[in-house]
């Protein structure tokens, strides 16, 4: 048997592509390894979102140079959002490199691996390719499981990659989604993440259009409690009334929202071309909360965009203070190829982009910790996906419906478990507690828990 060694770089929708990619190949007989010694074939599923991301593929693709020289037949692959930006001149910068497949080409893996005489590239000049994706889907978690209900991105926001490497919207039919997780739910699965570049712009382009919410209602109907769900990342010019009150009502949509705000300065969005107004975000969060008043709200945030001014900057961190995030990605602003800011004369230096992020980050932190500290002395349901055992002890972790991390020690729950948990300590990432029971199949769904107290404190 073949052996296939795959390292993954970048977003939920790359992680989706990876089990795409083991799937495509254990069709192929490739078995997936670990060590990097015994692999037949090398695959580098990378990231182009920020100028790290791609240096890490680069760096990590150099330290199989010499592997590749010492191991006669070996292979080495590039796909992802790299490929598809850099294509034909990744094979000319790296000789030891054999294909170079960008994301909307996956399929062509298995061809282009037959085919031993040619270098092979497969990345189209959009990339386009249409539902349904052929690609069987090996996933790596029996627990969790993630779901793309559409792909690419229309919005062109002035700093981003994403439609240049994954394309423009296209959304993949409502009943096909459906079926998979129908799919998913009788093998046991307790979580499905719904993906999409602008996972809640979904459906305008099919033909009969659907909704975001429609799609939601129906999942929910098909769950039946049994799973929980989630999706990621909204668009906030997209966050409707219909929504708002969807989060509120729908017993399987857990309490959490990722909503990418990037700038809290309206100057600086408009120069994003984000296609809302600082207020018009605040408003958004403001509906979200008054229907759900228990919402998680995490975001993405970039400092340094060209030309902001330490006012914009202070706007940033205002909004930041005003909607009290429970947690935030915060990046500094990366030059990207193809992109509009990529050509703006006002760059904003490394020096003043790594003081914003430090002073972001430090907002951010004291905010996250008091979110979580509200949480003390209440009781939670967590979704068991981790067990680690230590000198003994057992160390089990998982996350609330708020998408909240929750270690907590204890024999008997495992993974796929539904455990309620009592909070007795938390910092800006995790919580910690004690486990007060299993919960059963079912998940309590948007049901009040505070009125729990721990066993410890009934006796
Ligand atoms: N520089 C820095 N961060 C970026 N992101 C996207 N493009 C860039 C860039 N050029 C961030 C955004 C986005 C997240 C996935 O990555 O915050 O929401």
């Not at 592997?67 to 490929?83: E, S």
Request: contains cysteine; hydrophobic residues 35%.
């Amino acid at each position: 048997m073949p052996k296939l060694k795959l390292i993954t770089f970048g977003c939920q929708a790359n992680e989706l592509d990876s089990e795409r990619i083991v799937g495509l190949l254990a069709r192929e007989g490739y078995e997936l390894i670990e060590r990097d010694e015994e692999a037949d074939l090398i695959i580098l599923n990378t990231c182009a979102i920020r100028e790290k991301a791609e240096q890490k593929a680069y760096s990590r693709l150099g330290t199989f140079q010499e592997l590749k020289r010492r191991k006669k037949g070996l292979r080495i692959g590039l796909c992802g959002c790299v490929a598809q930006q850099e294509g034909q001149a990744l094979l000319a910068r790296f000789p030891y490199l054999d294909f170079v497949v960008g994301p909307a080409q996956l399929t062509s893996l298995p061809r282009l691996l037959r085919d031993e005489t040619n270098r092979g590239l497969a990345t189209a000049r959009t990339p386009t390719f249409s539902y349904p994706v052929s690609a069987p889907v090996y996933r790596r978690s029996a627990v969790k499981a993630w779901v793309s209900i559409m792909e690419g991105c229309d919005r062109f926001c002035t700093f981003c990659v994403v439609p240049f490497t994954r394309g423009r919207e296209r959304s993949r039919p409502l009943q096909e989604i459906v079926e998979e997780i129908r799919g998913l739910k009788q093998r046991g699965y307790r979580e499905v993440t719904l993906l999409g570049q602008t996972v809640n712009s979904y459906g305008k382009k099919l033909r009969p259009p659907a909704s975001f919410v429609e799609l939601l209602e129906t999942i929910d109907r098909v769950v039946e409690g049994e799973m929980r769900v989630r999706f990621t990342s909204p668009y906030p010019g997209d966050v409707t009334q219909e929504l708002a009150e969807a989060m509120a009502s729908l017993p399987s949509l857990c309490e959490h929202m990722h909503l990418p705000v990037q700038s809290g300065s309206d100057r600086t969005l408009r120069r994003m071309k984000r296609g809302y107004s600082r207020d018009d975000y605040l408003k958004k969060v403001e509906l979200l909360r008054t229907k759900t008043p228990a919402l998680a709200l995490t975001t993405d945030i970039i400092v340094g965009f060209p030309g902001e001014t330490e006012r914009d900057f202070e706007e940033t961190l205002s909004l930041i203070q005003e909607v009290g995030y429970d947690g935030a990605f915060i990046f500094k602003y990366s030059t990207r190829p193809h992109t509009p800011a990529a050509g703006l004369s006002d760059q904003v230096t490394e020096e003043i982009k790594g003081r914003r992020l430090e002073q972001a980050l430090g907002l951010l932190n004291s905010l996250s910790l008091a979110r979580n500290r509200a949480y003390l002395g209440r009781t939670v349901e967590v979704l068991v996906d981790h067990e680690d055992v230590k000198r003994d002890a057992v160390r089990v972790a998982g996350r609330t419906r708020e998408n909240k991390i929750v270690h907590f020690s204890g024999e008997g729950p495992t993974d796929g478990d539904l455990v309620l948990v009592a909070i007795t300590g938390a910092s800006a990432l995790h919580l910690q507690g004690e486990l007060i029971c299993a919960n059963g199949a079912k998940s309590s769904g948007k049901k009040d828990l505070t009125t729990l107290r721990p066993l410890s404190m009934i006796s």
